[in-house]
């Protein structure tokens, strides 16, 4: 498990230039696979504590098991846990059916924008991969966002071994991605080999179906599939040739590159 | 994704890249592709896009996500493929050819640990095919292959590709680069790509998928002498823990180890980890750490940790090769922050030696100025010492980046230490503080019983300033509050400790300094504030004043300089008073200063905060 193992030196170097020149950093945390790892790389990194608030975008669609599983988390793991919703949206009764990239814009995007800028931070940690989608492969481990929280993929920042992009003008936050270089199949290996704790909507429960990606309930359908264990999802994705994310609705057409230009993780 | 069931042993970073339109994207996708390693139906889905756009389908759509790459047929920005064959996970990053976008082409390499370099065979060797090639040597990635695409297009013609093959080779000779193959490949058609190619039987060597194969694991740094460089230390709970990524060698409990450039020493008591049972006793190269040691030293993040027989450099300049990618140009006499490993220091450039030209490697000499995209040769001079390595004998900590307002807009790479003139005071205080005989009081209970820090303020400047008159005034405001401090005058040295020097020995700056430097290392050893002036130097206050910073070096020095018309003040002058001095207005300033820099708690009585010690 050498290879995971390097994966891990790397995130938690790149966990701790964070921790140290943002004062104001937050990570997100969205429940699934990516996002609980890499709290558990956190927790790595800082030697069992986690010294910086968890952020989730309620979107108010996810599923109940997730926010139960959130809170249990939270209470075992003394997790500092700020949760985020654009209440004016929902209010006015934002849902799905108005057109799935204006639902997330609005719920997502929007809930996370607010979120950030009514608390100020200035450094957001997420669980994107690079191994997700196409616009992810492309980007830094440290990614500036404008005053507007919008992604200049035209002109990213250069990124020089392991001397990463850490001052910017006041207004502008930075995104910092640690599991960039984490494929899927890393990152269930890395769970099994660290035993942590996951939401068991990612396994089969007898039905022949389980979660692959986990997003809103409405937007998120399972795959088919027997793996009743981590070994089994290994085991399947060893083999598999369906891209991960094919059960995120979002993803259809150019959803994710306009999704993730205006700011979306 | 993957169709390989053997699992992972390790991960090897690729990046592929040469001038643009060679065919970069392309090969790239084939590769995928004839190694069945796509998604299902994503070749079918980048297919019906190109049909509903009317153009003809090309493997590059594959990883140009962006629209814009699409629609104008080039990569912006490196994207990160995954790709698994024969027990080993690659990430092949696929960097832009366009000159446009040299900084993402820099960015994807410098995390590379090998290379595929393409060069097409119909346009044969072009600009940014060498300036990539050199670039490549720069950053340190010297596994790399030149794979000759479009052989298609020169009807697979044995004398094009030997033609390119030694054009290339030259120009890599000249700066000691060797690539491990030539190959000739057309990407468009899976010529030499996975599958060995009908049309040129003339050529036996390894296809791109077998050279990738061949490529090495970088060899591991875990037997070179140690470096550590300080990352952060962190005291979430009862454990203080250092911590840091090894960037060569080994450490392990029990070892003595030396933090540069502040000197300062301790033995490792424990290696620290979450989830790792039995908790570890050592770490090598690669590995991000955390140890406690078992003195409370106080060190920070930018010093290196090493063993005491091999010592980082320590210095204020080196010599350098750097790439700039800025917006405006790096200008001689403008201030940078500078990066080497975790330190972060101001520098400013030094001189300008020359220019390089990556096309053909000539030198022009005589500028001040080194434009985006160009290659230069320079020395490059720091506020304070740091502590790094030559590139040649230690690659993490022998190359750094400089940061212009917020970017990060240049790299490079430490060719040669620049001897200042401090060297031998440096050499002399290491020497000194390695050998110090520690009684049982620490450096921490004098600060805790004194409620200060020791520190040093000296007051520079010409004659009849009133620097006597402050040095005075400063003292007894001091002891007044209730601090220790107190005043070394020049006068006194010489009558005592210099009486043995002739009147020619009295006037030589170096040996004065040097006692004099002593002297208020051995009042700072004591706890003591110590409160002096130059004026024994006279004019020579700035040669002065360097010498006594070295030797007391790690202690907070507080400068004050004096003038009575603007002048400029000698280099890191902390407070400057001109024209007619308010003597209680200049001690309050000072005051404040030695607040600021956490030698003084900010109110009378309290504990100050100590943000180091010596």
Redesign the interface.
């Known amino acids: 498990m050498k290879h995971l193992r390097q994966l891990e030196d790397q995130s938690v170097y790149i966990l701790r230039e964070a921790y140290k020149h943002f004062n104001n950093l937050a990570m997100l945390w969205s429940m699934g696979k990516d996002s609980t790892v890499l709290l558990w790389l956190a927790r790595k990194a800082f030697f069992g504590h986690v010294p910086f608030p968890l952020l989730h975008v309620d979107t108010s669609y996810k599923i109940p098991a997730m926010i139960e599983y959130r809170d249990r988390l939270a209470r075992e793991w003394r997790l500092d846990l700020v949760v985020g919703q654009n209440k004016e949206a929902l209010a006015a009764g934002m849902n799905h059916t108005m057109g799935r990239v204006v639902c997330c814009t609005a719920l997502k995007t929007n809930g996370l924008k607010q979120l950030l800028e009514h608390k100020g931070y200035t450094g957001v940690i997420l669980g994107v991969r690079a191994d997700e989608e196409g616009t992810r492969a492309k980007e830094r481990y440290f990614s500036p966002r404008d005053k507007h929280g919008d992604w200049d993929f035209r002109d990213q920042p250069p990124e020089l071994w392991d001397q990463y992009k850490t001052t910017f003008p006041p207004g502008t936050h930075i995104r910092i991605h640690p599991l960039l270089d984490w494929t899927e199949i890393n990152i269930w290996e890395y769970i099994k080999f660290e035993n942590i704790p996951f939401i068991d909507l990612y396994l089969d429960k007898g039905d022949g179906t389980r979660y692959r990606s986990l997003g809103c309930a409405p937007c998120t359908t399972p795959i088919k599939s027997t793996a009743k264990t981590v070994d089994d999802i290994i085991e399947e994705l060893r083999h598999t040739t369906v891209a991960e994310r094919s059960g995120r609705a979002q993803d259809e057409g150019r959803g994710m590159e306009l999704l993730r230009k205006d700011g979306y993780m | ?5 053997t699992k ?4 090897l970073n690729i990046v592929i890249v040469g001038h643009v339109d060679h065919g970069k994207s392309t090969l790239l996708g084939r590769l995928y592709a004839d190694t ?1 390693s ?5 070749l079918e889905k980048v297919q019906a896009i190109c049909k509903q756009q009317g153009k003809e389908f090309e493997y590059a759509f594959l ?1 140009d ?4 790459e699409q629609e104008q047929g080039i990569t ?7 790709f698994m064959w024969k027990g080993r ?1 690659y ?1 092949i990053i696929d960097a832009p050819g366009h000159k446009e976008f040299l ?2 082409m ?2 994807g390499a ?2 590379a640990e090998a290379a595929l370099l393409l060069i097409d065979a119909l346009e044969g060797v072009k600009e940014q095919s060498k300036k990539h090639g050199y670039l490549l040597s720069l950053l340190g990635v010297r596994q790399f292959a030149v794979v000759v695409n479009k052989m298609d297009l020169v009807g697979y013609r044995q004398d094009v590709f030997e033609g390119i093959e030694k054009e290339y080779r030259e120009f890599l000779g000249q700066f000691k680069a060797v690539p491990a193959e030539f190959i000739p490949v057309s990407a468009k058609l899976g010529d030499n790509i996975v599958n060995r190619s009908k049309q040129m039987s003339w050529y036996s060597g390894p296809t791109v998928l077998d050279t990738l194969g061949a490529f090495k694991k970088e060899a591991a740094r875990s037997e070179q002498p140690l470096r550590l460089p300080v ?2 230390v ?1 005291k ?2 009862a ?1 203080r ?1 250092i ?1 840091g ?1 090894i960037t060569a060698g080994r450490i392990k409990v029990g070892d003595h180890v030396v933090f540069s450039p502040s000197n300062k020493r301790a033995n490792v008591r424990t290696v ?4 790792i049972e039995p908790q570890p006793t050592e770490g090598q190269a ?3 750490i ?1 140890v406690t040691l078992d003195e409370q030293i106080f060190v920070e ?1 930018g010093e290196i940790a090493s063993h005491q027989e091999s010592l980082p450099s320590v210095s204020t300049a080196f010599r350098a090769n750097l790439f700039w ?1 800025g917006k405006r140009p790096l200008e001689k006499g403008r201030k940078y ?1 500078l ?1 080497v ?1 975790t330190k972060e220091v101001d520098c400013e450039v030094a001189s300008i030696h020359r220019i390089i030209d990556t096309m053909d490697l000539a030198q022009q000499q005589g500028s001040h100025m080194v434009n985006k995209n160009q290659v230069a040769e320079l020395t490059l001079r720091t506020k304070t010492p740091v502590a790094f390595d030559l590139s040649s004998s230690f690659e ?1 900590t022998g ?1 750094f ?1 400089l ?1 212009d ?5 240049g ?1 490079g790479i430490v060719t040669e230490l620049v001897h200042d003139d401090q060297e031998f005071l440096r050499e002399e205080a290491r020497r000194r503080d390695f050998a110090w005989v520690k009684g049982e009081v620490t450096v921490e209970d004098r600060a805790q019983q004194y409620g200060h820090r020791a520190a040093i303020v000296l007051i520079t400047g010409g004659r009849h300033t009133g620097k006597s008159f402050l040095a005075r005034k400063l003292e007894g405001r001091l002891v007044a509050d209730g601090r220790h401090a107190y005043l070394l005058d020049g006068e006194n040295l010489r009558r005592g400790l210099d009486a043995d020097l002739s009147e020619e020995e009295r006037g030589q700056t170096t040996e004065m300094a040097r006692r004099y430097g002593e002297v208020a290392r051995l009042l700072i050893d004591t706890g003591l504030i110590v409160v002096s002036t130059t004026n024994p130097f006279g004019l020579a206050y700035h040669e002065a004043l360097e010498a006594i910073r070295t030797l007391v070096h790690p202690a907070p020095v507080i400068a004050v300089h004096m003038s009575k018309t603007a002048e400029e003040p000698p280099p890191n002058t902390d407070v400057l008073l001109t024209g007619p001095t308010d003597f209680d207005a200049a001690t309050a300033r000072i005051l404040d200063e030695l607040k600021r820099r956490g030698v003084l708690a900010q109110a009378i009585g309290a504990k100050p905060v100590f943000q180091y010690s010596i």
């Open positions: 994704m993957t169709t390989q069931s992972p042993s390790e991960n069945n796509l998604p299902d139906g994503k990883f996500a962006f629209l814009e912006i920005d490196t994207a990160r493929t995954f996970q990430i900084k993402n820099i960015s410098a995390r990352q952060d962190y979430f709970d454990r823990i911590t990524r620290e980890a979450f989830n690669g590995q991000s955390g993040r990618l922050l990066r490993a993490a190359r980046v940061v307002e917020y970017d990060i807009a790299g």
